[in-house]
C-alpha cells in the first residue's frame, strides 16, 4: 500500500465518521455501540481496501459493515447464532450496498448528523459535556484534541466525556430527532461545537496535518443545515460566514515543505473567491439585523481581512474595534490575545506586550500566547526573553508545521545577534 493510498483511506474514515456514527446510532439507539461499530468498521476498512481496492460507496460500506460487526456483537453476547465470518460479510458489497444502505437509510443518513448533534446537546447534559461529548461522538476528536480546546488537561477532559456518556445511558435521553422548542434550546452548544470542530481542521491539535480540510467541511456542511433549520438567524448566519472566509485562505496558508505561511504573507490571489463572496454576503445580511453577536462579530473580522487586496490595506482600526466589542459581548483571554495583533499594528510592539502580559497565567499552556510573545519581544530586541518565549512555544506546538515555523523564527533570532 502506497503512502497515498493510506493518506486516502485516513481522510475518507475521518470524514465518514459523523455519517456512519450518526446512522449506525439511529439503528442501535446506543452511543457506545454505535461508535465500537464504526471503529471495527473502520479496522476492516484498513485490512481489506488496500488488498481489494475501495468500494464505490464508503459510506455505504462503513455503515453496513459496522451494522453487522455491532450485530453479531449483539448476537454475541446474547449466545446467539454468529453472522458469517468477517471475509464473508465483506467479499462481495458492490452489487448490494448502495439498495442495503437506503433500507438502513430511509430518511438520508447525511442529515442524521444533526440528529446525533442535538442528542448529544440535550439539557440534561451540563453546557461543557454536551460540547465535549458532541466533539466526540460526532468528530471523533480525541480526548487530547478536545482538551487542548477546552484548555483544560486530558485527564478531566477524559472524565468529562466519560460522565456525558453514563448520564445519557441512565437518563433515558431520546435518540429521537427533538422538535422545534427543544432544538432552540440546545442551538447554542451545537453552534459550539460545529465552530470547535472546523477550529481543530483549520489548525489541528495534534498528527501530522497542520490543516485538516475534512473536518473544516464537515463543520462547513453542518453550519449550512442548521442555516436550514433557522433561516435567517444572525448568528448562524455569522458562525457559517466565519467558516466559509476563513476556509477561503486553506490554499495559501502552507507553504514549501508544509511551512505555516502567516496571514500578512499570503498569496491573497490563492485565497477563495467564491467562498469569500457567499461569506461577505451573509456578514452583511446578518449584521443588517442588527442583533450582534460572537460570530457574526468574528465573522466581521474575518471579512475586513478578505476585503484587503494587499496586506498593508488591512483595516487595522476596524479589526480593533471589531475585537473591542467581542470583548465585551464575550470576555476572554484568547480574544484579547488575538486583539494584541491589531493593537500591535496600530500602536506598536510595546503596546501590544502591555496588552498580553497579564493573560500569562490563563494562557501559559496555550502555543499562541507564547509565539506571540516571542514575535513582540524580538521586534523589541529583547533577545533572550523572545528566545524563552519561542522556547515555550516550541514544546507546545501540536503539529509539525507549528515546530518548523516556531524554529524558523528562532533561527532568524540568532542572527539578528
Known amino acids: ?22 446512522a449506525l446510532l439511529r439503528y442501535f439507539r446506543e452511543l457506545d455501540t454505535a461508535e465500537e461499530a464504526f471503529q471495527e468498521a473502520s479496522l476492516r476498512a484498513l485490512r481489506h481496501w488496500p488488498e481489494s481496492g475501495p468500494p464505490r460507496d464508503p459510506l455505504a460500506w462503513l455503515i453496513f459493515v459496522g451494522r453487522n460487526a455491532a450485530l453479531d456483537e449483539v448476537r454475541r453476547r446474547g449466545q ?8 464473508a460479510l465483506v467479499s462481495d458489497l458492490d452489487d448490494t450496498e448502495a439498495a442495503l444502505v437506503e433500507q438502513l437509510d430511509q430518511a438520508h443518513y447525511r442529515d442524521d448528523v444533526l440528529r446525533l448533534l442535538f442528542v448529544c446537546c440535550h439539557p440534561e447534559l451540563p453546557l461543557t459535556q454536551q460540547i465535549a461529548l458532541a466533539l466526540r461522538i460526532v468528530s471523533g476528536l480525541s480526548v487530547r484534541e478536545i482538551a487542548r480546546a477546552f484548555l483544560v488537561g486530558e485527564s478531566a477532559m477524559e472524565q468529562r466525556i466519560t460522565r456525558a456518556k453514563k448520564r445519557v445511558a441512565t437518563a433515558g435521553i431520546p435518540f429521537d430527532t427533538p422538535g422545534r422548542r427543544e432544538r432552540d434550546e440546545r442551538l447554542a452548544a451545537v453552534c459550539t461545537t460545529v465552530y470547535l470542530l472546523f477550529n481543530e481542521g483549520y489548525s489541528a491539535s495534534g498528527g501530522e496535518e497542520h490543516v485538516r480540510a475534512a473536518l473544516c467541511e464537515e463543520a462547513i456542511r453542518l453550519a449550512r443545515l442548521l442555516l436550514e433549520l433557522f433561516p435567517g438567524e444572525p448568528e448562524l448566519m455569522g458562525l457559517l460566514a466565519l467558516l466559509l472566509l476563513q ?67 488591512t483595516d487595522w482600526a476596524e479589526i480593533d474595534r471589531l475585537y473591542a466589542a467581542l470583548e465585551t459581548l464575550q470576555p476572554s483571554p484568547v480574544v484579547t490575545l488575538n486583539r494584541a495583533v491589531a493593537v500591535h499594528k496600530l500602536h506598536g510592539p510595546q503596546t501590544a506586550l502591555a496588552l498580553t502580559e497579564p493573560l500569562a497565567g ?25 528566545r524563552a518565549a519561542f522556547a515555550r512555544a516550541l514544546g507546545m506546538a501540536r503539529t509539525a508545521a507549528e515546530a518548523a515555523h516556531i524554529r524558523a523564527m528562532l533561527d532568524r533570532l540568532g542572527t539578528t545577534n
Request: charged share 25%.
Open 247 to 313: 476556509h477561503a485562505r486553506a490554499d495559501a496558508r502552507l507553504g514549501t515543505g508544509g511551512m505555516v505561511v502567516l496571514l500578512e504573507d499570503q498569496d491573497r490571489a490563492r485565497w477563495n473567491r467564491a467562498l469569500i463572496d457567499e461569506g461577505l454576503a451573509l456578514v452583511e445580511g446578518a449584521l443588517r439585523q442588527r442583533k450582534p453577536g460572537p460570530y457574526q462579530l468574528q465573522a466581521a473580522i474575518a471579512a475586513t481581512h478578505a476585503q484587503a487586496a494587499r496586506a498593508e490595506d
Open 80 to 87: 446467539h447464532e454468529p453472522l458469517p465470518e468477517d471475509d
Open 362 to 386: 490563563a494562557l501559559d499552556g496555550y502555543f499562541h500566547f507564547h509565539g506571540l510573545q516571542g514575535a513582540l519581544l524580538m521586534q523589541l530586541e529583547r533577545a533572550d526573553e523572545a
Open 1 to 22: 500500500m502506497t503512502d497515498a493510498d493510506t493518506a486516502w483511506i485516513a481522510t475518507t474514515l475521518t470524514a465518514s465518521r459523523p455519517r456512519a456514527v450518526a
